[in-house]
């Protein structure tokens, strides 16, 4: 009689087989995080998108100012 905790050959091969999908998985998430910006060239894009943002609206504002007397 088997006992009920040992695992038939079919099974142990679908849970190595899921074992491997998640390894996968665990890979492929460990390089996205690895190509993730770093704290710093997040901190630039930002000052330099506010920056960008103040000249346009000085720009815009100094246009709308000078075309109305």
């Known amino acids: 009689m088997p006992d009920e905790d040992q695992l038939s050959l079919r099974q142990a091969d679908q849970i190595r087989g899921d074992l491997y ?6 890979d492929f998430i460990k390089v996205q995080f690895a190509q993730s ?22 720009t815009l504002i100094e246009g709308v100012r000078a075309a109305c007397p």
Do not use: I, S
């Not at 999908?21 to 665990?26: K, S, T």
């Not at 910006?37 to 000085?58: K, S």
């Open 21 to 26: 999908a998640l390894q996968d998985d665990l």
């Open 37 to 58: 910006p770093t704290r710093n060239e997040v901190w630039r894009a930002a000052m330099l998108g506010m920056l960008g943002g103040a000249v346009a609206a000085v």
